[in-house]
Structures are given as structure tokens and as C-alpha cells.
């Protein structure tokens, strides 16, 4: 069982630009959560997605959008891109309505530079 | 959300036991007290979660004050691969997984052999 799969793993941009990172769930689970983490910090959520729209969203501006596919996989984008924004995204995967206390099972994350 | 509080690093010896505190004075009744650890280089993973009694699996045991105000991860011989950030995470009894967890700052533990 392939676990959650992030692509890519390292990615270097410059302020101004867009950026789209993927992520492929965990085999069987329908919903996709995308958090933001700063060096040294825990991560921070960002969106999530189920049934192919946002459900939910942290506190980040609307220059964070996402999309999720019919196969339930989902893209991050980040359009104009900030100093701040270099950092860890993660991707956590999850069963949305199976049980309560559900794990979350985390890709290996994406490490965005914003030069 | 219910606040944890930790401290920012703890070291331990290779084969011996580590106790990982989590204030959580706040805790409602229907909390429970979920633990995820992260690798370095890695994404966070679920390690343990309990609500009122002391729980076992594979990776670590969960105790819980009679108060639920606190708790302990307890590692019961830690290894090298034990070094990661330790993340301390309330949730409700109601929280599926569509509900986002709220990470704190976590514990650093480091592991000298």
C-alpha cells in the first residue's frame, strides 16, 4: 500500500510566481487536508477537501487554492508568491465519516523556496 | 480549541525509558488526547490516543492523570529512530477524520547512544 505520495519533493521558486504541488491520498480515503509548515513550527492547516470541494479552511489568504480530482487526488496552489511562503506543505489523508478519532496519515511534504 | 502545552526539548539515553509530559488544563470532558510524532525529513505519524484510561500499542503507552489536565507519551526503551518532534493534539469526540488537527510547537527529543 503506497502510503500518501507528495510530488515534488524539493521545489524552488521566485517572489511573483505560481506554484501547484500534488498530492496522491492513502488507497481508500476520500479526504485530503494540506498544511503549511515554518521551520522550527508545528504545522498550520491551510484547506481541506472532500467529495471535490473545500470543506474547510484555515487562516491563509485566498492566494491558497486547491482543487480535488474525481480519484480523490489534490493540487495546492499558491499564486504570487511571498518571501514567507518558503516552507513545508504537507498532505494528510484520511477516512472522512468511518469512525471518530480517525488518523490522519501524512505525506513526506513538499519543501517550497521562495527566493 | 483546547490548549497542550510541552516542553520545547528533552534528551534521553539509548534503551532507556523517556516520559513526554502534555499539559492540557483546559480538556473538556469529551476530549481525547491524540499523540502523532514527526521524523526528521518526514511528515507527521500517528503514534497513540486515549481518553480516560491508559492505553498500550506497539509504538508507546498513553497515561493519563486521573484529572485529564495532563498526560505521558512513555517510550519504554528508546531507540535512535525515536528522535523526532513529539506532538501532544485534543480532539473532540466527535472529530472524524474531516476535522484539521491543531498542532502545537511539539517536544524535541533527542536520543544519545
Known amino acids: 500500500d503506497a502510503g500518501v505520495t507528495q510530488s515534488p519533493t524539493h521545489l524552488i521558486k521566485t517572489r511573483g510566481q505560481q506554484v501547484t504541488l500534488r498530492c496522491s491520498p492513502k488507497s481508500g480515503h476520500d479526504t485530503v487536508s494540506w498544511y503549511q509548515q515554518a521551520l522550527g513550527q508545528g504545522p498550520q492547516f491551510i484547506f481541506q477537501?472532500?467529495?471535490?470541494?473545500?470543506?474547510q479552511r484555515g487562516n491563509f489568504p485566498d492566494r491558497f487554492s486547491g482543487h480535488q480530482f474525481p480519484n480523490y487526488s489534490s493540487e495546492l496552489n499558491v499564486n504570487a508568491l511571498l518571501l514567507g511562503d518558503s516552507a513545508l506543505y504537507l498532505c494528510?489523508?484520511?477516512?472522512?465519516?468511518?469512525?471518530?478519532?480517525?488518523?490522519?496519515?501524512f505525506g513526506s511534504g513538499t519543501q517550497l523556496s521562495v527566493l | 480549541d483546547a490548549k497542550t502545552t510541552q516542553p520545547n526539548s528533552m534528551e534521553s539515553n539509548e534503551e532507556e525509558p523517556v516520559h513526554l509530559p502534555c499539559n492540557h488544563s483546559?480538556?473538556?470532558?469529551?476530549?481525547?488526547i491524540h499523540w502523532y510524532r514527526q521524523l526528521p525529513s518526514q511528515g507527521p505519524e500517528y503514534v497513540i490516543h486515549g481518553l480516560t484510561s491508559n492505553v498500550n500499542n506497539r509504538m508507546a503507552s498513553l497515561a493519563i492523570a486521573e484529572d485529564r489536565k495532563s498526560s505521558t507519551l512513555i517510550l519504554h526503551r528508546a531507540t535512535l529512530r525515536d528522535a523526532a518532534v513529539y506532538y501532544c493534539?485534543?480532539?473532540?469526540?466527535?472529530?472524524?477524520?474531516?476535522?484539521?488537527?491543531?498542532f502545537g510547537s511539539g517536544t524535541r527529543l533527542q536520543v544519545q547512544p
Open positions: 493534539i485534543l480532539r473532540g469526540r466527535g472529530d472524524t477524520g474531516r476535522r484539521a488537527l491543531t
Open positions: 494528510a489523508s484520511s477516512l472522512g465519516v468511518r469512525a471518530t478519532n480517525e488518523k490522519l496519515f
Open positions: 477537501y472532500y467529495e471535490e470541494e473545500e470543506r
Open positions: 483546559t480538556i473538556s470532558g469529551t476530549d481525547y
